[in-house]
């Protein structure tokens, strides 16, 4: 995606919550493909992925890819939520990966440290002058 129009996002989100399920998986995967952008793309493509924390469509089998493990796996119940969460942590460099053998429970949890490093990226950082200074999340 090659724009600045900030009206870009919340319409590809929108348009992300109409179409099927499949659709919806593949403009998430493109998304999460922002990880070299300049900061200010990654953070709105980290503010666009996050709307999709909690959605719980399941999106069935589906051939799961990591580049940076150079891995593909088949999930058999694999969320739109899930997916998000993968972006999410590529987008934060965060380290940990989902491995083929998860259970809910292993989601579950890697979901809730991507949205903590998502707070914690988004919190006011202080400058040596007690001002905030806001990363572009804002």
């Known amino acids: 995606m090659e724009t600045n129009d900030p009206r870009v996002w919340p319409a590809l989100e929108k348009a992300a919550r109409r179409v099927n399920v ?3 998986l593949v403009i998430i995967r493109a998304v999460e493909t922002f990880e070299d952008a300049s900061e200010q793309k990654k953070n709105q493509a980290i503010r666009f992925l996050r709307q999709f924390l909690s959605d719980t469509t399941s999106v069935g089998s589906w051939r799961f890819y990591d580049p940076d ?3 593909s796996f088949v999930l058999n119940h694999l969320a739109i939520r899930d997916q998000a969460a993968y972006g999410l942590a590529r987008l934060l460099n965060m380290k940990i ?3 083929r053998n998860w259970s809910a429970i292993d ?4 979901r809730d440290k991507v949205e903590a490093a998502v707070r914690r990226k988004q919190k006011p950082r202080k400058s ?3 001002r905030s200074l806001h990363d572009g999340f804002r």
């Open 22 to 24: 499949s659709a919806r």
């Open 69 to 71: 493990q150079e891995d």
């Open 97 to 99: 990966r989902p491995r």
């Open 107 to 110: 989601w579950m949890n890697f």
């Open 128 to 130: 040596s002058g007690g």
